[in-house]
């Protein structure tokens, strides 16, 4: 295991490496999207709506561009569907040439059957990119399925566990050169009265494993956070071409709090390759994503372990129930082609693919996970380069259909 861990961890190294290659990536910052020539939802109700002729919109530094998206969609872990209502904000805190976008995304959801939850997750860039602040904040009540550790397990049987959940993620980066990034956070995980819906079922039994599967959870730790970001106009609601890496080691102390001592390292690389540079505005990019995710101990809580789906932005496996597989180490990996459909960038389309394996019986590289899908993209807002996005995805038994603000990655 330990030697499987070392050569996925050279096999990122590399893929890191290679996504600093000169030729590939476009470090400049400098160059402002044209939006005029692109049209959005915004336009088009503007001319339906308005009687007077409209002008070009002018995208303007700290202007706050908002994005609100209600839909009705199906709660992972079957809780069966919900009222989702994504909203989105970008604003420039400072100037564009010399800022990234500064965000906030919150997409409260309800099922009118006491199942409910409110997520907020923000980037804040200050001027001249000299700060970072990174922050994800949860309220979550809802179920979700869990079939234990590991690759081999069938569809059927599967329990579904049931627990308030309390999130709280906050990180603060200074940057050290132009596009590296380094800084601390702290990190909470507080899950509430853990039981299975199914009083006949012991979750503890169930899974076989003893740490987090009953009473309350409680996770609080502190983490080293680097992050190297060369994305042109680093915009994460859209990434453009460049390339992308983050490295988190967590580590939680009874000192702070947690019920038992354990460690996490998660490490992220992206690489988005323009494929028609001599037209920059049109979307014609291949993005590929890999993470590996690994906890360090035996006793680390169940609902802590590395879980597809459970990546700090929940973007991963599409197309793969949420928690389907999970256990000490997570390696994935996903490729997707992006591309405007009309000239004007407001319809486009996606093709993706993942794969992903975990650790908890048997080697972790001796069984993969595949999915596949394809998606609609309607621009939002142009100023903020927001798309709706619809994505149908498909693995084996299981198909979901997923509305977003925003690129999964």
């Known amino acids: 295991m330990t030697k499987n861990f070392l050569l996925v961890v050279l096999c990122l190294v590399c893929t890191s490496a290679f996504s600093q290659n000169a030729s590939t990536i476009i470090p400049d910052n400098n160059t402002v999207k044209d939006t005029s020539r692109q049209t959005d939802l915004i336009d088009i109700a503007n001319r339906l709506f308005s009687f007077k002729e409209q002008k070009i919109r002018q995208e303007k530094d700290k202007k706050v561009y908002f994005s609100i998206l209600p839909v009705s969609s199906a709660v992972p872990g079957g809780a069966g569907r919900a009222l989702i209502t994504s909203t989105t904000a970008g604003i420039y805190l400072g100037p564009r040439k010399t800022t990234n976008i500064s965000s906030a995304t919150f997409a409260p959801y309800l099922n009118f059957k006491g199942r409910y939850g409110l997520p907020l997750r923000t980037s804040i860039w200050f001027p001249n990119n000299e700060w970072t602040i990174q922050g994800d904040t949860r309220f979550l009540v809802y179920p979700q399925y869990t079939w234990g550790l590991g690759n081999n397990r069938p569809k059927d049987p599967r329990v579904t566990v049931d627990y308030q959940y309390i999130r709280f993620y906050q990180s603060a980066l200074k940057r050290i050169t132009p596009y590296f990034f380094a800084g601390l956070g702290y990190n909470l995980d507080y899950r509430i009265n853990i039981k299975s819906e199914d009083p006949a079922v012991s979750l503890p039994e169930f899974t076989n494993y003893p740490y987090g599967t009953s009473g309350n959870s409680f996770s609080s730790g502190l983490s080293l956070n680097l992050l190297y970001d060369t994305r042109n106009s680093n915009n994460s609601i859209n990434p453009l071409p460049g390339a992308y890496a983050n490295f988190v080691y967590r580590v939680n102390p009874k000192i702070l709090g947690s019920q038992s001592n354990w460690q996490s390292v998660y490490f992220d690389v992206r690489k988005y390759i323009g494929l028609n540079p001599e037209k920059p505005n049109q979307q014609n990019t291949l993005a590929i994503w890999t993470y590996l995710w690994r906890a360090l101990g035996k006793n680390t809580p169940y609902l802590d372990l590395p879980s597809i789906g459970w990546d700090p932005n929940n973007r991963s496996g ?34 993706f693919t993942n794969i992903n394996t975990v650790s908890g019986s048997g080697d972790i590289f001796r069984s993969w996970h595949p999915a596949a899908g ?34 999964a990655f």
């Open 374 to 407: 394809t998606g609609l993209r309607v621009k939002f807002n142009k100023g903020s380069n927001t798309n709706i996005g619809i994505d149908y995805g498909v693995s084996k038994g299981y198909s979901s259909i997923n509305f977003s603000l925003g690129e």
């Open 318 to 351: 599409r197309g793969i129930d949420q928690n389907r597989y999970r256990g000490q180490t997570l390696f994935y990996v996903e490729t997707e082609y992006r591309r405007d459909i009309t000239e004007n960038g407001l319809l486009g389309f996606v093709l």
